[in-house]
């Protein structure tokens, strides 16, 4: 079961943080912290697998990869193959990629809510769902028709909208 | 809006993140976030705001939240969100409420509803986004509320929504197994889905259910294994493939699910060996997720009952991981190996020189890997190695946690294939001065008592030797600075105990050492009293022995100062010394008999000699005891009564009726603390505990009926407490000496002789390799030789532990003809020559020539007798192999320095390094390499970007318009 997926930039600050087993605030940026500490301690070519016992407890793995200003990060546990995890930030990145044209950290930051979207295509309940991301463009972008849509028509007045719905 | 493009932000929003870019501490940032948790505080208050307005405001809590501040004030109106009509709302409202929430939180209660009509949507995407809450946000208590609509969903029209809704029900397994334990077919039955991704997610849950009980789904290996082969066969539609893999994840998840399956039946993994090796065949190993399948594979061949041919794919496979240049796949390597070698030892000889590439990289999580493979491996001809590496490592690092974990496998090797007592106590010296604090107590008792019981019950002369041996050391060490707590108890025990036995040291100088210690570590407590307690044994056995006794001046000083002491311990220690001291020689031998540390003290546990008094107290109407077994039923009673008045405080709803009474389980740590809120309970509810608590305690049926009056006492019993006095430990001696030794001390020098044989005529023919002789010499100590010896060691593996372990390595120290069982144990594994030798090892004795060679490689191993003509001779005829290997290892470690590189150039673009990490892609790569030439092209777009963060205010530190580097960080 994949445990919680973290997006840093190389300066520690976190950019997405999805956990998928409750963790209170404060734990939260703890292992931020830690995760980061942990990573830029390692030097370029190492291998991007870190024991994460000691950060998130028994039987934690962590895979990273690390593109341009970004961290991403997937914290799992043995029942999850490395490679695969560092094959499903790819998935993720791609998509990612494709969703935004050479996607870099800006887009990560602004677009916060879609990023969350992304994920929740690829990983529900800390299980991989889909890991085709021309799949999950499509949910994605048929979302982002029916946003633009509604956006449409949160234009017209309040007055008149709530007349509507009426 | 149009302005922001595709940004759909407020300026404010990308003001403040902008902002919190800019900040240069963290105090500085913490207040823009704190100013902007004042703003929206105020404005999500206001009336009438828009509800697109109201949706950045979420998002703004979302991301105030993730920066590590509380956003508590505006949960609810997250929760509010969810309850609008407009999806797109509906679902920031969902993914807030996702991200603030846990299970257990009060407002989930106004969700359940909502969620509940969602399901029921028309709409899938409103359905969707629904179950993703469900998986998030409904707990036990709330899944019956949820149940029967996320059931009904898993016969959608649309996959996606089948595909959420078994993602669900598998949530709702683990959250509460018997919730769901009648609709668990609904798994199987999903696994037939037409849409291949449905049934791979209904792998997920599979996977966990075979986990959990492989026996209910053998029937299910012929579906998984025609599975698995149509996906291998790429039957499924191209769009499925990734990496021009056919569904890699799928693949693995079935891997993994085989794995579980065939494990120890060899029925069920005969229908899998085709299709594993086939996939094995075919493997790519070109890419990462090619690899990743491989590495699966492996496991695969690993965990299922072992196939000969299979397994010699596997190690081929392992050995193409291993000698790769990335680093992934060498830790992919080592751990197959890992599994690998528990089939079949001789596997890791071939790849001794790539095992100790990893040890000595740079690269620390590929090291520990490797240690986890060492200890694995470990073994009495290499124990030393071994642990000498791992305490190195262990010095170096400062993770507490990692630490502890290695000094606890440096103590258990140690334990179990110490080859002598002496390095034993160096080993354990070093663990300790390096990793004291972060050692379990035991090991340091444990150390203790192996000093004072000796190792060998007939061997007087070996023991005190070795107690001095081991006095001289600690005697070197106590002057060091900073010694860890638990060292110094053991120092001061050893000290104390056998100190002055060798008649080297006077009493006054070990005592004088003492009060140096107590002195120093002033604030430490225990030593301290391990201290005096030293030292008045010290003052016995020197009054015992009929000398005068003379207090040092400063030991004076510590017993007065002692006497004051606010620590009760101290100052009776101090007082027991004073009063010792006046004593005179007839009775401080009878208090301190000398070496009486491992006589067993009897206890009365029972305290029988009470029976008389506590008679008379009852008859005088004093209440019985009550015995701690029907106490813990109690305990357990009030437990049941807590936990249900617990519950309710949280969640007022309850959706399902109340269980049936669990019977409790006959655990006695049934905390009784709650005990005195018996008052409180409603009368059925302690009838139905008392009822189960009959069940749990069968013993006492009989005062059962009693029970109801005993039971306002608990509070005054619960002062007995369980006993404090501790069961002695049983002398280890009594129970291990009737165990067999396994591991002949003849069979370890065997193994070594052997493999300086190798060397030495590996040395003579200047075989043209260019391999540092460090390393070779590591890896003939690691690898050591023949396997006839592994082989039998690996039996050494199963050897009764630690506990046992004193008495083995103190009858493997002997020589093997001390013991008949030992060789008649051999007989079993050698072949017909090696047992002549063994019948009479004594005659053998060991040519110099073989010694000495020996000595300058390992120059810890004692000389004793050992190596047989039959043995080097049948090593010798294995030296051309393992030469040959060395070659073939080469090549592979030259190229190690090739690297591999996720390019983190100056282009702050992602896809570059995305690009390469995939390169290697062809016509299958389409989407991507599309991607890629777009770049050109979308220079334009970039300009766009930069254009609209320029009015934004915002300025790009450098050329390319993309990198934000500095700004962002």
Known sequence: MIKAVLVLNTQGKPRLAKFYEFRPVEKQQELIRNVFSVLCSRAENVSNFVDAESIYGQDARLVYKHFATLYFVFIFDSSENELAMLDLIQVFVETLDKCFRNVCELDVVYNYSKMHSILDEIIIGGQVLETSSTEVIKAIEELSRLEAASNSINLVPKSVSGWRAR | ?969
């Open chain 2, 1 to 969: 809006m149009g302005s922001q493009g595709g940004f759909g932000q407020s300026k404010e929003f990308l003001d403040l993140v902008k902002s919190i870019g800019e900040a240069r501490s963290k105090a500085e940032e913490d207040r823009i976030v704190l100013n902007e948790i004042e703003t929206l505080k105020r404005r999500i208050i206001e009336p009438d705001i828009p509800k697109r307005k109201m949706k950045e405001y979420i998002i703004r809590l979302v991301y105030v939240e993730m920066l590590g501040h509380d956003a508590s004030f505006g949960y609810i109106h997250a929760v509010k969100m969810t309850h609008d009509d407009n999806i797109v709302l509906k679902r920031t409202g969902y993914l807030a409420v996702t991200l603030f929430l846990n299970e257990d939180h009060d407002l989930i209660i106004l969700i359940v509803n909502t969620i509940q009509k969602d399901l029921k949507s028309d709409n899938y995407l409103v359905v969707c986004a629904a179950l993703n809450a469900v998986c998030r946000l409904i707990n036990e208590e709330t899944i019956p509320a949820v149940l029967p609509q996320v059931i009904e969903l898993l016969g959608h029209s649309k996959e996606a929504v089948r595909k959420k809704a078994i993602m669900a029900l598998h949530r709702f397994h683990q959250k509460s197994p018997s919730s769901v334990s009648h609709l668990i077919s609904n798994f199987r039955k999903r696994l037939c889905d037409n849409d291949p991704g449905v049934m791979g997610a209904t792998l997920c849950p599979l996977f966990d259910l075979i986990s959990n009980d492989v026996n209910s789904y053998k029937d299910l290996v012929i579906s998984f294994v025609s599975i698995l082969k149509q996906v291998a066969e790429r039957r499924l539609p191209k769009s499925y493939d990734y990496h021009q893999m056919p569904a890699p994840f799928i693949q693995i998840k079935l891997l993994k699910i085989l794995a579980l399956l065939g494990s120890g039946d060899k029925q069920a993994s005969e229908n899998m060996y085709t299709v594993i090796s086939d996939i094995i065949r075919k493997g790519d190993s070109s890419s990462n997720i090619g690899n990743a399948i491989l590495y699966d594979s492996i496991c695969c061949a690993a965990s299922i009952y072992p196939n000969p041919k299979l397994i010699e794919a596997a190690a081929d496979v392992v050995a193409k991981f291993l000698k790769s240049d990335t680093h992934n796949l060498k830790y992919m390597g080592i751990d197959a190996l890992g599994r690998l070698i528990k089939l079949s030892p001789q596997i890791a000889e071939q790849h001794q020189l790539a095992v100790i590439d990893c040890l000595e990289d740079p690269d620390d999580t590929l090291k520990r890997k490797t240690f986890k493979l060492l200890y694995k491996m470990t073994k009495s001809s290499n124990v030393e190695v071994i642990v000498d590496r791992m305490i190195e490592y262990m010095i170096s690092i400062s993770d507490d946690h990692y630490k502890t974990y290695i000094a606890s496998r440096c103590v258990e090797l140690a334990e179990q294939f110490a080859p002598s007592n002496h390095w034993f106590i160096q080993t354990m010296n070093k663990v300790f001065e390096h990793a004291g604090d972060l050692v379990n107590v035991k090991v340091a008792h444990n150390l203790m008592r192996l000093i004072a019981e000796g190792f060998g019950e007939d061997d007087d002369a070996a023991d005190s030797q070795l107690r001095s041996s081991a006095v001289e050391s600690y005697l070197r060490i106590i002057g060091e600075p900073k010694l860890p707590s638990v060292f110094l108890q053991v120092i001061c025990w050893v000290l104390g105990e056998y100190g002055t036995a060798d008649g080297k040291h006077s009493a006054s100088y070990i005592s004088g050492k003492l009060c140096d210690v107590a002195e120093a570590y002033s604030d430490d407590v225990t030593v301290k009293a391990y201290a005096t307690s030293a030292l008045m044994k010290i003052y016995a056995f020197e009054m015992a022995a009929g000398r005068k006794v003379d207090l040092l001046p400063e030991c004076q000083t510590l017993i007065e100062e002692m006497l004051a002491s606010h620590s009760t311990d101290l100052q009776q220690r101090a007082y027991e010394l004073q009063a010792l001291t006046g004593l005179d020689r007839q009775a401080v031998e009878a208090i301190m008999p000398q070496d009486a540390s491992c006589e067993d003290i009897e206890v009365d546990k029972n305290l029988s000699f009470l029976n008389d008094y506590v008679q008379q107290s009852i008859e005088r109407g004093a209440q019985p005891y009550i015995p701690e077994d029907v106490r813990a039923g109690m305990g357990e009673m009030s437990n049941f009564r807590g936990q249900d008045k617990h519950e309710p405080s949280h969640h007022v709803l309850r959706f399902e009726a109340y269980e049936l009474p669990k019977a409790p389980p006959p655990s006695k740590a049934a905390p009784v603390s709650i005990a005195s809120s018996t008052d409180l309970v409603p009368v059925p509810e302690a009838l139905y505990s008392r009822e189960s608590q009959q069940i749990s305690s069968a013993a006492s049926a009989s005062e059962a009926g009693s029970s109801g009056l005993k039971l306002r006492l608990d509070g005054v019993q619960k002062k007995w407490g369980k006993p404090t006095y501790s069961s002695p430990t049983p002398s280890s001696t009594s129970e291990s000496s009737s165990q067999k030794p396994v591991n002949g001390m003849t069979q370890v020098n065997g193994a070594s002789a052997v493999n300086s044989r190798v060397r030495e005529s590996y040395d003579s023919r200047k075989a043209p390799v260019e391999i540092s002789p460090e390393k070779q010499k590591l890896a003939g100590l690691l690898f050591g030789g023949s396997s006839k010896p592994e082989r039998k060691s690996s039996a050494g593996h199963k050897a009764p532990k630690a506990n046992a372990s004193a008495a083995d390595r103190s009858q493997e120290s002997k020589t093997a003809g001390a013991s008949n069982e030992a060789v008649a144990e051999k007989t079993n594994h050698q072949p017909p020559p090696d047992l002549l030798d063994l019948g009479e090892p004594t005659v053998t004795t060991d040519p110099p020539s073989v010694v000495d060679p020996f000595k300058q490689l390992e120059g810890l191993l004692d000389s004793s007798p050992g190596p047989t003509i039959d043995h080097s001779a049948g090593a010798t005829a294995k030296v051309p192999d393992i030469m040959s290997l060395y070659g073939g290892t080469t090549t592979g470690e030259q190229s190690t320095s090739g690297g591999y590189s996720i390019p983190v150039s100056g282009e702050g673009n992602l896809l570059s390094g995305l690009s390469n990490a995939a390169a290697g892609g062809a016509p299958g790569e389409m989407t991507f390499t599309s991607s890629q030439s777009v770049k050109g092209p979308n220079a334009k777009d970039s300009l766009e970007k930069d254009a609209l963060v320029r009015q934004l205010g915002v300025n790009p530190s450098s050329q390319n318009p993309n990198l934000f580097k500095d700004l962002l960080g």
